[in-house]
């Protein structure tokens, strides 16, 4: 783990602190260190060194915030501070977040634990955090101006709650909340079950839904945006950046995701049928959990669906709203599609020297053209699989089933080596006739030109052809 230590205290101060057996606000007066993590790649999981045993999740790019104990305590340290974080290759975003990372780290605990969480503010402006979905008192709720006064800058707070459940939380700011979160800051709060074999599972996966607008070549998001966002990411993070969900053959795995977008997202995974075992509310009883392909998460909303690895291969996980699944694109270009672009170019690039036609067969041949693109944006669809370009960008990722692997390896495996005789296939034998449909009989305009055909002289020729009225 690429961890660098701030150093609020050094190792012996850290013994000294938890040799202490005082209770309450007393053994506050030692910070404990707040790590922070310079990278966006996936970090293992933090496997507990005491208390009881659970499966630790992995957060897709992202990673879990060390604690110490302290007594009965268990204690953290989040540090509100601008961030820079890597979008994917050749994108960077000038960010809010926690301990270097938008989004913030994962915090882990036990149902039933004491939880001390520090919270420094190193932003320019007032925070708090608001513990999202967690039963706690009043005033550990973290709604600046009505639970408590608001975090200033250089400042340091302090939450204490007994978590009351196990289940999947979230953690963001409640203070400029629009500003705060449309600039990175949130995390996730996973609490685990006290009994290890409940809910047992072999991999637990966590992210949060989170979208930006960044102009080409800008690097700070547009705040005031409400709807046009053109980063659709899990994590801070867009495909091809996104990391894959590593698996091994026969494992029972979990997928929790939260949406703090300002729309919903229906996420679809391709080749399995999942359950849906979890809301931010709490486990769905085994009895009522639903099976589903798809399953849409409204804003502010968490899901947690569930499945057993059987079937080996990439499997497509996103986000089902096409526009999803694409980068920074302008909303604003026209439809092209069935115009024959060879009859305007000529005209267009007169005015406009350099103008190249495309769209007229639809948009897919962006996904392999290289283009000269401004400094830190990226291209709309991207990201090469082992037959060529996937055209996808945005809340996309795949689900890589292997066999054989170790229990903790989340290493991409690189592409799935599919059984001959099991993939998709050219028709190579006797050619098939050309379907009648390919003319228009009364015109004999050529297919690819039929659409761009002004519709309101078309009952004039037919009339003149006689006989087909009815078309
Ligand atoms: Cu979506």
């Not at 506050?28 to 293992?44: D, G, H, I, V």
């Not at 047992?200 to 945006?225: H, K, Q, T």
């Not at 007229?360 to 401004?374: F, R, V, Y």
């Amino acid at each position: 783990m690429t961890v660098s230590r701030r150093g609020f205290l050094g190792a012996g101060g850290l013994a000294l602190a938890g040799a202490s057996m005082i209770s309450g606000r007393t053994q506050a007066a030692s910070l404990p260190e707040a790590p922070t993590m310079t990278e966006a790649t996936m970090q293992p999981p933090l496997y507990p060194k005491s208390g009881p045993d659970y499966q630790p999740v992995v957060t897709l790019n992202g990673w879990t915030l060390p604690w110490r104990q302290n007594g009965d305590w268990k204690e953290f340290h989040l540090v509100a501070e601008p961030v820079v974080r890597e979008l994917a290759p050749g994108m960077k975003a000038h960010l809010w977040g926690y301990n270097g990372q938008s989004p913030g780290p994962t915090i882990e605990a036990v149902e039933g634990d004491k939880v001390r969480i520090f919270v420094t503010n190193k932003l320019p402006e007032n925070t708090a955090v608001h513990w999202h979905g967690q039963l706690l008192p009043n005033g550990m709720d973290g709604v600046g101006g009505l639970t408590q006064p608001h975090i200033p800058p250089g400042k340091t707070f302090v939450y204490e709650f007994v978590l009351q459940k196990s289940g999947t939380f979230m953690y963001h700011p409640h203070s400029d909340e629009m500003v705060q979160m449309a600039m990175g800051m949130m995390g996730f709060f996973v609490v685990h079950p006290r009994d290890p074999a409940e809910r047992r599972v072999d991999r637990d996966f966590v992210f949060l839904l989170n979208a930006f607008d960044i102009e080409a070549g800008s690097y700070v998001p547009r705040v005031n945006e409400m709807t046009d966002f053109n980063l659709w990411c899990w994590n801070t993070r867009v495909f091809p950046g996104i990391d894959p969900l590593v698996v091994r053959q026969g494992d029972k795995v979990r997928v929790r995701f939260g949406n703090l977008t300002m729309t919903n997202h229906p996420i679809h995974m391709h080749g399995y049928d999942f359950k849906v075992t979890g809301t931010d509310g709490g486990w769905v009883p085994e009895g009522a959990a639903w099976p589903e392909v798809s399953i849409d998460v409204a804003v502010g909303q968490m899901r947690a669906f569930e499945f057993v690895a059987d079937a080996p291969g990439d499997w497509a996980i996103h986000c089902h709203k096409s526009h999803h699944t694409m980068n920074a694109m302008g909303h604003d270009v026209r439809t092209f599609i069935g115009v024959n672009m060879n009859k305007t170019a000529p005209a267009l690039k007169k005015i406009a020297p350099g103008y190249m036609p495309m769209g007229g067969a639809g948009m897919g041949e962006m996904g392999s053209m290289e283009m000269p693109l401004p400094d830190n944006t990226l291209p709309m669809m991207t990201g090469y699989g082992q037959f060529g370009p996937i055209e996808m960008g945005g809340m996309f990722s795949v689900v890589k089933v292997r066999p054989g692997l170790a229990h903790d390896d989340y290493k991409d495996p690189g592409w799935y080596k599919h059984p001959e005789g099991t993939v998709a296939y050219e028709w190579t034998g006797e050619k098939l006739a050309e379907p009648a449909r390919g003319t228009s009989p009364d015109s004999g305009v050529k297919a690819t030109e039929f659409r761009a055909v002004d519709p309101r002289k078309r009952p004039v020729r037919a009339a003149k052809a006689g006989g087909h009225g009815n078309h």
